[in-house]
């Protein structure tokens, strides 16, 4: 064999057959499940930062009942929202995106917050593309299923589900990281 074909086939088995074996998997943090007909199937995973405290906090509370400071569940109180989405639960790890919203405690009994947020991508295929979710997360709960009901860019006229689960908490402060897995038809 020539060295110029064995030069051609070490190319093809270090390059080609790599990402021939990688799938549809586009980064990390990014799979594309299936393609039906004309909907495809896309999972994210992805870490949501929410910081109430220090100097640079990414969520403030603008709004609050008469009431709200002494409600154990902070009921009437409304948060505005510019959190880091990252690909890690490492605050330090790779930007993805960011979340922007608001969520507001809108449960007496238990900590349950109405989240109305946008997840606004600023990396790879999804780049420039946001995914909408909006509905109750009951926060203390180990695992909270929250609906995607829209979308722009890539994910226009999304829907599907958002699983929250707590990887870190702060009660002192409030600072909180949540992994979410979405899942979402477009």
């Known amino acids: 064999m020539a060295k110029a074909e064995v030069s051609r086939l070490l190319f093809l ?7 021939a074996a990688q799938g549809s998997r586009l980064y990390s943090w990014a799979n594309q499940l299936e393609e039906s007909g004309k909907d495809k199937v896309t999972n994210l995973q992805f870490y949501f930062h929410d910081t109430l405290s220090g100097k640079n906090p990414t969520a403030v509370k603008v709004a609050q009942a008469a009431d709200s400071d002494k409600s154990p569940t902070l009921f009437g109180s ?29 449960c007496k009994e238990e900590l349950g917050l109405l ?20 509905g109750k997360n009951s ?10 009901v829209g979308g722009t860019g890539m994910f226009r006229m999304a ?28």
């Open 115 to 134: 989240m109305a947020m946008s997840f606004c991508f600023e990396d790879g295929p999804y780049k420039d593309s946001t995914i909408s979710m909006i």
């Open 139 to 148: 926060a203390m709960n180990p695992v909270r299923e929250m609906p995607i």
């Open 159 to 186: 829907r599907g589900y958002a699983i929250a689960q707590t990887h870190w908490f702060d009660p002192k402060t409030g600072d909180a990281i949540v992994g979410y897995n979405v899942t979402i038809v477009h």
């Open 78 to 106: 409304v948060f505005m929202v510019d959190d880091a989405l990252t690909e890690t639960a490492d605050p330090k790890s790779k930007l993805v995106g960011r979340a922007q919203g608001l969520y507001g405690s809108s």
């Open 13 to 19: 088995l270090v390059t080609i057959i790599p990402l």
